[in-house]
């Protein structure tokens, strides 16, 4: 089988370190042709066009570029394999037939699960927590998880305000299973005179839950402490100091409520995470962390790129 790879970097370094010796490689691909690496010459994809061969492995990360040029040069796609398809949250490779052959089934599994639109992060290549379904944050989990591995030492339950289905909290009795977790919410839905600037889509789209469905959705529901009913009204006569908090409200009056009532039970070390900070489709968030910067003095946070705009409160 003729083996080519497109590159000359970390990416085929360690692609011939890994999986591939370079012996079994006809020869490596650059942008222009001469010299060697590992030993193999190099060549330009010019001159690969006019061979035959039966796999070129991509290692650039430059993948839409590198496709492109071999498109315009006639060679087939299937025969292309990209190591860093992270850019694209469409999967480039047509097939991994012959790079299961070529690579062996557990490096090409690997391939698969870590090259996608986000690469995985070095400190946890076991996927503990990976979005799936309509949990597919990303960042936010991944966040979330890091987070976590930091509150050993800290003292304090878990909280969330704003549950819904529990889409998030189960991943935060997942990560913290032996701490209680206390969940605020209806349970069914905004209450319509709160949620009445928001639009009727929205605070409809948001009524189809229960105790019992987000119970269901928890790996640990004994640690489960469900405080059905308005918040901050459901809150009133809890003595509990907390470690992590998920202020998940939506709205600005209740986001304001849940910042005052949480913020002075954080332990020293203890975060908050406040979802749709930086979400224009739900800016009264940002005004609510406002109003209480205003009253209370600027938070020590860090704003996440995830794709609601989480805020991240250090306490
Ligand atoms: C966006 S959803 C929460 C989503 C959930 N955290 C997740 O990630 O899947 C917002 C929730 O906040 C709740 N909520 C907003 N204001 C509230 C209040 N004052 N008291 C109780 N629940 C409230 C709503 O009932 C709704 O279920």
Redesign the pocket.
């Known amino acids: 089988m003729k083996i080519y790879v497109y590159g000359t970097g970390c990416g085929a370094g360690d692609l011939a370190d890994e999986a591939l010796s370079p012996a079994r490689i006809e020869a490596f691909v650059g942008r222009e042709s001469g010299g060697a690496f590992l030993g193999r010459p190099v060549i330009s994809l010019e001159e690969l066009a006019g061979r035959g061969f039966d796999l070129l492995i991509v290692a650039s990360r430059d993948a839409e570029g590198v496709e492109r040029d071999c498109l315009r040069l006639g060679i087939d796609p299937g025969k292309l394999l990209f190591l860093k398809n992270h850019v694209s949250a469409v999967d480039r490779n047509r097939s991994y037939d012959t790079a299961r052959a070529v690579l062996g089934d557990a490096y090409v599994e690997r391939l698969i699960g870590s090259e996608r639109l986000i690469r995985v992060p070095l400190w946890t290549q076991e996927e503990r927590i990976a979005g799936e379904g309509s949990?597919n944050d990303y960042v936010r989990l991944k966040t979330l998880e890091a987070i976590c591995l930091r509150l050993a030492a800290v003292p304090g339950a878990a909280a969330?305000?704003?549950?819904?289905?529990?889409?998030?909290?189960r991943w935060i009795n997942a990560l913290l299973p032996e701490r209680r977790l206390y969940l605020?919410?209806?349970?069914?839905?905004?209450?319509p005179a709160?949620?009445a600037g928001e639009g009727s889509g929205f605070t409809e789209a948001?009524r189809n839950?229960s105790a019992g469905r987000v119970l269901a959705a928890l790996p640990h529901p004994e640690r489960a402490v469900l405080c059905p009913?308005?918040?901050?009204q459901?809150a009133e006569g809890l003595e509990e100091r907390f470690a992590l908090v998920?202020l998940?409200?939506?709205?600005e009056?209740?986001t304001l409520?849940g910042l005052r009532f949480f913020l002075p039970r954080m332990s020293a070390g203890a975060y908050v995470l406040l979802?749709d900070y930086s979400n224009p489709k739900l800016g009264g968030v940002k005004r609510a962390l406002e109003r209480f910067e205003a009253e209370c003095g600027r938070l020590a946070a860090v704003p996440l790129c995830d794709v609601n705009g989480t805020l991240v409160i250090a306490c």
């Open positions: 949990d969330e305000l704003g549950v819904y289905r529990g889409g998030f909290a605020f919410d209806t349970f069914e839905g905004f209450d709160e949620s948001h839950t009913g308005l918040f901050p459901t998920s998940d409200a939506d709205l009056e209740s409520a979802h």
